[in-house]
């Protein structure tokens, strides 16, 4: 039997940063790191409209959200992320194959 599946790898974070950083200062950081990474706001509905499966599916975009402080002292947060594992895991192999043949990558 085959059960039909979105191919998206989600993902709960807990970090521990080395020192104590507002969680405005993070959604800053991660939405400068790479054109990929989305920051969702911490709100219900985009989150349940943009930190999907279904809404990651079939796009390079790497959504995180649901960005907030933990109990266990003020370096700790948490974070929710997903990603097209296909598209990625195939982006991963062509980029690994062409610098192996000496292809240059420039964004």
């Known amino acids: 039997m085959r059960v039909g ?17 507002s969680i405005p200062t993070v959604e800053e950081l991660l939405a400068a790191h790479n054109p990929w990474a989305k920051v969702v706001p911490n709100d219900r509905e985009i989150t349940m409209r943009e930190l999907t499966p279904a809404a990651v599916t079939g796009t390079l975009t790497t959504p995180v959200g649901r960005l907030r402080k933990l109990n266990m002292g003020p370096e700790f947060l948490s974070a929710f992320t997903g990603g097209d594992q296909l598209l990625w895991g195939a982006a991963e192999a062509a980029a690994s194959d062409a610098s192996s043949t000496g292809v240059i990558f420039i964004h």
């Open 5 to 21: 599946a979105l191919r998206c790898h989600s993902q709960a974070f807990t970090i521990k940063l080395k020192k104590d950083v």
